[in-house]
């Protein structure tokens, strides 16, 4: 038997210089950017109530998640997820030098930076307790579409780490769309057997529907041994047939083409200003300029099946970046499901580094792909801080107006502690009104827009039990019902007024939002 020290230096030389430069600059880079928020407790909405979560999400479709977020304990510990979080995205970047065939130092380096730096995981870990969970899911997408790649019956592991990355977060099954795609298309612009590409092709449709028929297998069983049922929420229970908002399939297709211009346009993420949009055009021009130059040198466009290969393409892209569309049509969309629209610059940067360093003339299509991921890994750097630093002052004001209620409610005539407390949760925008002054760039960045932390009654409950030490009984949302249409608690002033608490037949009343006496 092998020693510890001449196994791990086996495994040593088997890793790849292109693997270790990934891995280290995805990881040293993500610290530079991310490290203020992993050094830090800054709970958002969500956060308050998962400061101890078991992750048993299973209703949701993610019956994995409770084992991919058990490595750093069921705590919500920013540090310790963070490094794991951090790790499989190193892992994520290594394992796409492979997919892409990158092998250019400065290209694998652009392209790490991209994939820490795009926003969508800046929101990611504003939902900190999933972190570790959702970017071990992300490395199972990715491992998925390497294993297919790489031998003729890899799809069968493909097709497993496929079912267990949607076992842990869905979202990231249009990761693998999206790669494999790619990968179809690289196939194709290969010299060689026109069967054997075919073949090749086919293996990444196996791992797919091997991939989403175990996940959903899986699922059912274990529903089934723990007695339950797919949620509504999200949409999720579209998975067995359940009613959705959003008519037939047709209907749902064009859903998707919609959703897609809207956010790529106008979802003030890609690029929210002139300098960023230039940046996103420049390499965008460059990966094109690139197929154009190879398009030319290998007579493609002699070929019909060039333009229907480019226009099929162009059709399914939308459709495989939108895929949790499909599956859940009534989702609330938001930023942590978009993280699939960092493989477009990836994929930019990749194929300018391999195909434009082939030939000495596209030299400068290299400088231009350059420049643009390098500004855009700055730009999406100062933003994701810019949503940090909102998060953190979101924190503060939600702290200071919660030592002033909770002195106000202990002051109440009445009061004791137990009491029952009736409470909407909403802070009133005419009294607290929008101190924000960063809506133009974090405005789609859920988690980290906004003023305030607090929404519900169960929130304020979660944030003074968890951060001010005290421990208030608050009535259930659906007690409210009655009190809220009561006369009593009409005529209220809305906190701080003066009578913004008062006890009615044994309850506190608080009322913290505005409404029309």
Known sequence: MSTPAKMLEAVKKKIKREWKTAFVWTFIIGLLIHMPVMLSDVPNHDGLSSMYFDQNMITS???FLM?????????????????????????????LTEVLEVKNSFGIVLMGGLLVSFPALASTFAYVFTLDG?????????????????????FVWGGICLAFSMGTYQ??????????????????????DPGEKVKRSLRYLYMGGL???????????LLRIQGKELDTYQGISGLEGGASSQGGLLERIASMYRDFFAFTLRGNVLFNGRISG??????????????GALALRKKWWKNPVFFVIMALSALSLPLATNAILLISPDVTYHLLMRYQWVVYLLVMTAFVSKYAESHSGNVFFQWCAAAGAAVLILHYGVTDNIGYSNLQKRYEKTYAYCIRLLDRIEQT???????????????????FPATDITGDVTSNMI???????????????????????????????????EIYFSEEYKEMESFPGKTSTKVVDGILYVKTENMTR
């Open 61 to 63: 479709g993610r019956w």
């Open 171 to 192: 979202a990231y099954v249009s990761m693998a769309m999206l790669l494999s795609i790619y990968c179809i298309l690289m196939t194709a612009m290969d010299d060689g």
């Open 413 to 431: 005539q009445g009061y004791y502690q137990g009491i029952p407390i009736a409470m909407v949760g909403v802070v009133g925008d005419e009294q």
């Open 67 to 95: 084992i991919a977020c058990g490595f750093s304990s069921f705590y919500t510990l920013p540090w310790v997820i963070g490094l794991l979080g951090l790790l499989f995205l190193g892992l994520c970047a290594a394992a």
């Open 447 to 481: 988690g980290l827009n906004g003023d305030i932390l607090l929404y519900t009654g169960e929130n304020y409950q979660a944030f003074m039990k968890n951060y001010l030490g005290a421990t208030l009984n608050f009535l259930p949302s659906e007690a409210m019902e």
């Open 278 to 291: 230039a940046a996103l055009l420049l390499l965008g021009a460059a990966a094109l300029l690139t197929l």
């Open 211 to 221: 991939g989403a028929g175990l996940y959903y297998a899986i699922l059912q069983i």
């Open 134 to 154: 959702y970017m071990l899911a992300l490395f199972l997408a990715v491992l998925a579409v390497l294993f297919t790649k790489k031998s003729r019956f890899g």
